[in-house]
């Protein structure tokens, strides 16, 4: 079989075709076919919003995690309410380390410091659209104090931060009512890792 990678395209034109919060830019693309030969070539929009880093906050002496509520425009677009259960998360900005990130954003987003971190999975969000992909961490806390309303007022952001014990929180990822991607991924792994991580922390 056929192993394609990045010499395998030919990229004829690519141009940005809208630039506003985010950026979409226009390909013109073809590359090989498994048949051999190539594909195309082709036009594809891609969605450039850059790369993410999301923590799930962990407290391994109370067995809880420590997760947020806020709004979020494209769940409203896709029909469904808009306020998500999420873990922490936010935007690589230039000269950033992904422990960087993921350290800014609990203070930033749950008004907490995290001890620890332990990586979880580096992945692409939704790679037939968008260049976006998300490193995912586990970090320790003390859940005693996280609660609260936090939040950069200049982003508009209005999140609500709770804390609830681990099976609970998985019962919400079987239920439903943790339906993004980053968030389920986090918690299905801490299932996994949950009394490794408690030996090692504790």
Known sequence: MATFGKDDTDIVARDTV???YYRVDRYRLRHRSFAGGWVGPMDREVFERGHAVGVLLYDPVRDTVALIEQFRVGALAAGRS???IEIVAG????GESPEEVARREALEEAGCQ????VEIADFLVTPGASSETVRLYCGRVDSGAIGGVHGLAEESEDIRVFVVDVNEALDWVGNGRIANAAGMLALLW?????ENLRRRWR
């Open 18 to 20: 809208y630039q506003g």
């Open 114 to 117: 995290v001890e620890d971190l």
């Open 91 to 94: 935007i690589v900005e230039e």
């Open 82 to 84: 808009p306020w998500l």
């Open 190 to 194: 801490l299932a996994r890792e949950r």
